[in-house]
């Protein structure tokens, strides 16, 4: 996730201090109104009902399709169609799923071409929980920075930010849920969006 105009007038890298993600954000939406709206909205005041969440991952797919194109990955669905509807904000859910998928296409530039494969998969469970993952085959992250790899500026990209899972995080916590990552033991990385459906959803 590209904030770099966003932050660079705002971050003291004189000083020791580092900012948690929340303090963050409130910084970039003091210092610029126009900021994108998944900082402006994280106290959801814009919730949505929606009723089809694969149509909502579909979207997202439409907008990355693009990167996985020029970068020769495949991106493989897996859609759970007896989901429930959830109430949840409709455009930072999809920002926290694309920097998610990108993060998962540019970890795969490295593989040989027919190996370069991305999953997305849609799943719920008796508890009206909701499961978004995005697994990769890429190399994974690194041991070093697997315990902190949503603290912010924790990156694995040479030109990345590190604030783009850190906000992530931030985001599916103000639904009330929460993002992880697990290591896939054949190489590769996963991330899971877990949301409960708020009261408002139904069959």
């Known amino acids: 996730?590209?904030?770099n105009q966003y932050l660079k007038p705002m971050l003291?890298?004189?000083s020791p201090r580092v900012?948690?993600?929340n303090e963050l954000t409130g910084r970039i939406l003091a210092k610029d109104e126009n900021a994108p709206r998944f900082f402006r909205n994280k106290q959801l005041n814009g919730?949505?009902?929606i009723s089809c969440i694969n149509e909502l991952v579909d979207e997202v797919l439409g907008f990355a399709r693009s990167d996985a194109r020029l970068s020769e990955?495949?991106?493989v669905t897996e859609f759970d169609i007896g989901i429930p509807r959830f109430s949840l904000d409709r455009v930072q859910i999809q920002q926290v799923l694309l920097n998610l998928i990108r993060n998962a296409i540019e970890s795969l530039a490295a593989?040989?071409?027919d190996?370069?494969?991305v999953h997305v998969r849609t799943s719920h469970d008796d508890k009206r929980t909701l499961r978004i993952e995005v697994a990769d085959n890429g190399p994974g992250v690194p041991d070093e920075l697997v315990a902190r790899i949503f603290d912010p500026f924790c990156t694995t990209k040479e030109t990345?930010?590190?604030l783009g899972l850190a906000i992530s995080r931030t985001i599916v916590a103000a639904h009330h849920g929460k993002l992880s990552h697990r290591v896939i033991p054949t190489g590769g990385a996963s991330f899971t969006v877990e949301l409960p459906s708020l009261q408002g959803g139904g069959e």
């Open 47 to 49: 919730v949505v009902l």
């Open 73 to 75: 990955v495949q991106i």
């Open 111 to 113: 593989n040989p071409r």
């Open 160 to 162: 990345g930010t590190g």
């Open 12 to 14: 003291d890298v004189g």
């Open 115 to 117: 190996q370069r494969i």
């Open 19 to 21: 900012f948690n993600c």
């Open 1 to 3: 996730m590209a904030a």
